[in-house]
């Protein structure tokens, strides 16, 4: 099945105005946007979309605390949705709806759509790093720091993390139903998984959490660079959005991470370069501790980015 | 650090006054410098409250998603953003999220006479 990754998300909120606000800091671009919500695009189209929580036509969330209503994933034609539709017609309820895309929901209660990916394509150069005896250069008396003032948008959604109550259930129907691949893995925490139309690390993680947990840890998109992700992070943090956790770069999947707070419920991410696999890549496991959920954090935390100055608990600077 | 009032018992540092913190709003303060605000106060019902800027959720994880923003829309509830964890604003209980049953480390403050706003040092 050919799903190609995540088109968007969908997110009830509670200050239609404030989180538009967030959004557009962020770098997204506002797109049809009222005091009801709206969508807010990445250079490729794809999107967070936002709506008044009271709003009937939001779905539900897999619980009453969870903002996040809805996953969209962008399949390559019309043969791929058909083939999902009735894949997950034997065993639930599949709902055409009447922009052409479908609507179920997965094993784990998250509602999730399927659309022909209208996903625009660009070409635009990535950051590139000079090195003695490279054979990639950025362009003579070209900067490789963005400078000030420089416009920086983030480039494509890149990933969902889900909490979920039962991580082997989640994983079996996204690999089995849905012909994810798992890329790598925590040992009794979750896996990365791959859907068959990326080479990307990773679409989603799962993360085997108690029931009050379950929910949305955090979204992300990719950016041009470690250096442009960098410098956006700053100027959000300039503009009074309090990070989380990083800047720093992760081991599996090597993207470049920093988390913050959002009004979504979640953290959102701003990353960049994330590792590519195809079939031939054997996952690896890495051991996170027994104990999962809120430890997990902590422990990840720690394992996840070791470094002179980081404090116990985290980064939070 | 603040600068401490004339009058103003030795030991406690200012933060502002206490009716700048209307019904339904919320500021944090960075007492001690530490380059992060490491303490909110709150304005529920009439009364003030301060709370330790730090999740019981994640030890130490700050909980505003932009400066001063550690409520609901609707000013009836603090929220952590970084897993939706809601609490109490007089109690600190955290009533829905990932710590339910878990509560905010308390801050004791003083309003002077004046109507300033103190926290111990
Ligand atoms: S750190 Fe506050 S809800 Fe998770
Ligand atoms: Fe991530």
């Known amino acids: 099945m050919k799903i190609v990754g995540l088109e968007s998300l969908v997110f009830a909120v509670d200050d239609v105005r404030s989180a538009a606000r967030f959004?557009?800091?962020?770098?997204?671009?506002?797109?049809?946007?009222?005091?009801?919500?709206?969508?807010?695009?990445?250079?490729?189209?794809?999107?967070?979309?936002?709506?008044?929580?009271?709003?009937?036509?939001?779905?539900?969330?897999?619980t009453p605390g969870c903002r996040l209503r809805k996953t969209v994933m962008g399949v390559a034609d019309e043969a791929t949705l058909g083939a999902i539709a009735a894949e997950l017609r034997r065993d639930r309820e599949v709902r055409r709806l009447p922009d052409g895309s479908i609507e179920s929901i997965d094993d784990c209660g998250f509602v999730i759509g399927f659309q022909v990916t209208a996903r625009r394509p660009f070409v635009l150069p990535s950051e590139i790093s000079n090195a003695p005896g490279g054979v990639v250069f950025r362009p003579v008396n070209s900067l490789g720091v963005p400078p000030p003032g420089s416009v920086i948008r983030p480039r494509s959604l890149s990933h969902v993390v889900y909490f979920v109550p039962d991580v082997m259930k989640a994983e079996a129907f996204y690999v089995n139903r849905l012909g994810f691949r798992c890329t790598d893995r925590f040992t009794g925490t979750g896996p990365f998984l791959q859907p068959a139309g990326s080479l990307d690390h990773h679409t989603h993680f799962?993360?085997?959490?108690?029931?009050?947990?379950?929910?949305?840890?955090h979204f992300t998109f990719h950016f041009g660079g470690p250096s442009e992700m960098i410098t956006n992070g700053y100027r959000f943090v300039e503009k009074g959005y309090?990070?989380?956790?990083?800047?720093?770069?992760?081991?599996?999947?090597?993207?470049?991470?920093?988390?913050?707070?959002?009004?979504?419920?979640?953290?959102?991410?701003?990353?960049?370069?994330?590792?590519?696999?195809?079939?031939?890549?054997?996952?690896?496991?890495?051991?996170?501790?027994?104990?999962?959920?809120?430890?997990?954090?902590?422990?990840?935390?720690?394992?996840?980015?070791?470094?002179?100055g980081i404090p116990e608990n985290g980064d939070y600077a | 650090?603040?600068?401490?009032?004339?009058?103003?018992?030795?030991?406690?540092?200012?933060?502002?006054?206490?009716?700048?913190?209307?019904?339904?709003?919320?500021?944090?303060?960075?007492?001690?410098?530490?380059?992060?605000?490491?303490?909110?106060?709150?304005?529920?019902?009439?009364?003030?409250?301060?709370?330790r800027n730090a999740c019981p959720h994640i030890d130490g994880a700050p909980m505003a998603w932009r400066r001063?923003?550690?409520?609901?829309?609707?000013?009836?509830?603090?929220?952590?953003?970084?897993?939706?964890?809601?609490?109490?604003?007089?109690?600190?209980?955290?009533?829905?999220?990932?710590?339910?049953?878990?509560?905010?480390?308390?801050i004791e403050f003083v309003v002077d006479a004046d109507g300033e706003l103190f926290v111990k040092s």
């Not at chain 1, 794809?46 to 969330?61: E, F, K, M, N, W």
């Not at chain 1, 809120?294 to 980015?305: D, G, I, N, S, V």
């Not at chain 2, 829309?73 to 609490?87: D, K, L, M, P």
Request: aromatic share 10%; proline share 8%; with cysteine.
């Open chain 1, 23 to 62: 959004l557009v800091d962020y770098g997204l671009t506002p797109v049809d946007v009222s005091d009801r919500g709206g969508r807010f695009e990445a250079m490729d189209g794809t999107a967070v979309v936002i709506a008044r929580q009271d709003d009937p036509a939001l779905p539900p969330g897999p």
């Open chain 1, 206 to 217: 799962l993360i085997g959490a108690p029931p009050h947990m379950h929910g949305v840890e």
């Open chain 1, 242 to 308: 309090q990070a989380f956790w990083g800047p720093g770069r992760h081991i599996l999947g090597s993207n470049w991470f920093w988390y913050f707070n959002s009004p979504f419920g979640c953290h959102i991410e701003m990353d960049a370069d994330m590792d590519q696999h195809d079939a031939s890549w054997q996952p690896r496991e890495a051991t996170a501790s027994a104990d999962n959920s809120q430890t997990f954090l902590l422990k990840m935390r720690r394992k996840w980015y070791p470094g002179p």
């Open chain 2, 1 to 51: 650090m603040a600068t401490t009032r004339e009058g103003a018992r030795p030991g406690w540092v200012r933060l502002c006054r206490a009716d700048e913190i209307e019904e339904g709003q919320s500021r944090g303060f960075d007492p001690d410098d530490e380059g992060q605000d490491s303490l909110f106060v709150v304005r529920w019902q009439g009364q003030l409250h301060a709370w």
């Open chain 2, 68 to 106: 001063d923003a550690y409520l609901n829309a609707a000013g009836t509830r603090i929220v952590c953003h970084a897993h939706g964890a809601e609490f109490m604003p007089d109690s600190g209980l955290c009533v829905q999220g990932p710590c339910r049953g878990e509560r905010l480390g308390h």
